[in-house]
């Protein structure tokens, strides 16, 4: 690595990490320039353990001494600013004190991730970061084996998604699947049986779903508001809702994933049913 001080916030070196608040922006050009966005030391040193490749740094200086031993094997451009310049450069106050451009990995085929898994999250059209990321978590955390995102799902490795999931989104893996029904035929080529969480009269309970859990399972998760739509209903197995009490019908999609997992988790790894009082 070379360290380099920043002496102009709006030079061209530093192109990477500008206005990293304008999603629609961030959104079209991450993805064509093959890059991502980490931030805070931990989330960098996760994504390089991960085998992630970084190609420039920016941060400040009393980050250097944490980060320089997971650096120094890269040639490339360290970029040391102040706090005020970094807010200057990205349009928000970096907190954390440390952001890296990675490239991005190729991602695999979706045949390849199904071939090895028995339990994994199907996200379709989730468009909130901060819940793609937080439900990386709960997957990394529960122990689903690979999160299959739909064409118009939100980018796992945009920097807020990548920042909420605490770097697991390097550590589950991850790629996109093809439109209904065209997904459907994939998970069920893969002897995946399809469990679509929503609000339907026919739908079964979690706890009866948990109880008796098929082998291979893709549980699928809607987007905020809207829901699952009807081609993701029409291609599902089974509909599975969470029960619920005082007139609330349902939770935040990140939330309910959590909760989903934690459940089917609890036959096969013996998690507790309760929390110690």
Not at 143 to 172: E, K
Not at 218 to 231: I, K, M, Y
Request: with cysteine; glycine share 6%.
């Amino acid at each position: 690595m070379h360290i380099e001080r920043v002496r102009d916030a709006a030079s061209d070196a530093v192109a990477d990490y500008a206005r990293l608040t304008d999603v629609a922006l961030r959104s079209a050009h991450e993805p064509e320039q093959g890059l991502y966005i980490a931030e805070s030391a931990k989330v960098i040193r996760r994504a390089i353990g991960a085998g992630h490749r970084p190609r420039s740094v920016l941060m400040e200086e009393k980050w250097l001494a944490g980060l320089e031993p997971v650096l120094a094997p890269f040639d490339i451009p360290v970029h040391l600013a102040d706090p005020d310049q970094l807010e200057v450069i990205t349009g928000y106050r970096v907190h954390r004190g440390a952001l890296a451009a990675f490239e991005r990995p190729v991602l695999a085929d979706p045949a390849e991730l199904l071939a090895g898994a028995r339990r994994v999250v199907v996200l379709e059209d989730i468009v909130d970061h901060t819940n793609v990321g937080a439900i990386f978590r709960s997957v990394a955390a529960l122990g689903a084996d690979a999160v299959l995102v739909s064409p118009r799902c939100a980018d796992p490795l945009y920097r807020r998604s990548v920042r909420v999931s605490m770097g697991t989104v390097f550590q589950v893996p991850w790629t996109r699947l093809p439109e209904w029904p065209e997904a459907a035929e994939l998970l069920h080529a893969h002897g995946f049986t399809i469990a679509a969480l929503a609000l339907a009269d026919d739908a079964v309970s979690l706890p009866d779903l948990a109880a008796d859990a098929p082998e291979r399972l893709a549980l699928v998760f809607g987007a905020e508001g809207d829901g699952l739509s009807r081609t993701a209903l029409e291609s599902a197995d089974r509909v599975v809702t969470i029960p619920m009490r005082h007139g609330v019908d349902s939770l935040n999609v990140a939330a309910a994933a959590a909760v989903v997992l934690y459940a089917v988790a609890l036959p096969e790894v013996g998690l507790p049913a309760e929390v110690p009082s």
